[in-house]
């Protein structure tokens, strides 16, 4: 149905930059939300930033470093992370809330296979 594949992860020093991507393809009428989330070893997963109609939401750990946006046209989610920190490592899953058909309740929720983000002090 619908397929959410990532990249742009790697190994960065402490204060470096990285930017994800992460594109949408298959059945697709119009995505209602798309986002990121991270999980590090031994926690549990948490939102990082997302976009819907209404607005941006970011996680207080990352404000002020990190941006999200979106390119409609190819339905993809960028992820621009500045100023990392060693406690930003973690595995960043790509999410998005797709409307398979005209009909609102053809909306599912899917997750990408993830991307290992790792910050070195």
């Known amino acids: 149905q619908v397929q959410l594949v990532e990249s742009g992860g790697g190994l960065v020093q402490a204060g470096g930059s990285l930017r994800l991507s992460c594109a949408a393809s298959?059945?697709?009428?119009?995505?209602?939300?798309m986002g990121w989330h991270r999980q590090a070893p031994g926690k549990e997963r948490e939102l990082v930033a997302t976009?819907?109609?209404?607005?941006?939401v970011y996680a207080d750990s990352v404000k002020g470093r990190f941006t999200i946006s979106r390119d409609n046209a190819k339905n993809t989610v960028f992820l621009q992370m500045n100023s990392l920190k060693p406690e930003d490592t973690a595995v960043y899953y790509c999410?998005?809330?797709?409307?398979?058909?005209?009909?609102?309740?053809?909306?599912?929720?899917?997750w990408g296979q993830g991307t290992q983000v790792t910050v070195s002090s």
């Open positions: 976009m819907t109609s209404g607005g941006t």
């Open positions: 999410n998005a809330d797709v409307r398979l058909s005209y009909y609102p309740s053809s909306s599912f929720n899917y």
């Open positions: 298959g059945t697709i009428f119009s995505i209602n939300a």
